[in-house]
């Protein structure tokens, strides 16, 4: 091997790490809290049920928006532009890749994953099993740069959520629209605690003394994003949940919880 740690100018060193504390348990905690929440959204995706709860309007963000003909009745709530569409493509099919492409993308997915499924380095000291780093100039790391346009989707995305938990809320109150209103302000604050929004807010800005509207922008994104490692896991989790949840109440598992009807 000519690079990487094998490269002529690097340490001699035969053991693939000096370091004696248990350097591998990040990674591996990484690898499972993501390696359960992509096998959830997968299954859950495809499962073309249990997603739709007409008494109470509760959609699971898995499935909104819902556009086909193939949706149930009163799930679709911007219309049914779509045919029905076979088994194997998810309701949710139009958000679902972008939302995909936008927590993929994440500048701090990035260094969760760069560091368990994609080892590049895993941890610090530990040599990593690439021999050579071509950082994100090629493909498939090179899409990496569209992150700023899968956040503008996500944006609307979130904007659709929104509307969804709010209609919810026009049927009353229950345990279901709570967790979709909390769902949704969590969503809103891990979107807006995004990198690329910091930069839309005050990025390439000379003198902010010029442009206090986008200062005051940026100061609360950024407030935000010191806690985007946080939100990022903390939606990976409430989106588990309100998915389980109306799912639950769905299938008729277990009654929603009514506060006021
Ligand atoms: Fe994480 Fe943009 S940096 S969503």
């Known amino acids: 091997m000519k690079s990487g740690v094998g490269a002529p100018t690097r340490a001699r060193i035969p053991d693939k790490t000096l370091r004696t504390d248990r350097w591998w348990v990040p990674p591996l905690l990484t690898n499972l809290g993501l390696l359960t929440f992509v096998v959830y959204a997968t299954i859950r995706s495809f499962m ?12 699971t ?22 045919p029905e569409l076979p088994g194997w493509i998810p309701l949710g099919f139009l958000a679902l890749p972008f939302l995909l492409g936008f927590r993929l993308t994440c500048y701090y997915y990035r260094k969760a994953y760069y560091r368990s499924v994609w080892q590049s380095p895993t941890a610090c000291a530990v040599a990593e099993p690439h021999d050579r780093y071509t950082g994100e100039t090629r493909f498939p790391l090179i899409i990496q740069n569209a992150h700023r346009y899968f956040f ?6 979130s904007i659709i959520n929104t509307y969804d938990a709010i209609l919810a809320l026009t049927h009353g109150l229950g345990l279901g629209g709570i967790i979709l209103v909390v769902n949704v302000v969590l969503l809103w604050a891990y979107t807006l605690s995004c990198h690329s929004c910091r930069h839309i807010a005050g990025g390439r800005l000379k003198h902010f003394s010029k442009h206090p509207v986008r200062y005051r922008l940026w100061t609360l994104v950024s407030k935000l994003n010191v806690r985007h490692m946080q939100l990022a896991w903390t939606t990976l989790a409430t989106l588990i949940i309100t998915d389980l949840y109306v799912m639950l109440v769905a299938s008729g598992a277990i009654s929603d919880l009514r506060i006021f009807s």
């Not at 073309?48 to 959609?59: A, N, P």
């Not at 503008?152 to 995305?157: K, P």
């Open 48 to 59: 073309g049920k249990w997603y739709w709860v007409e008494e109470f309007g509760y959609l």
């Open 61 to 82: 963000p898995f499935y909104s928006p819902c556009l086909s003909d193939s949706c149930l009745p009163g799930s679709s709530h911007f219309g049914t532009p779509l």
């Open 152 to 157: 503008y989707v996500a944006f609307l995305i």
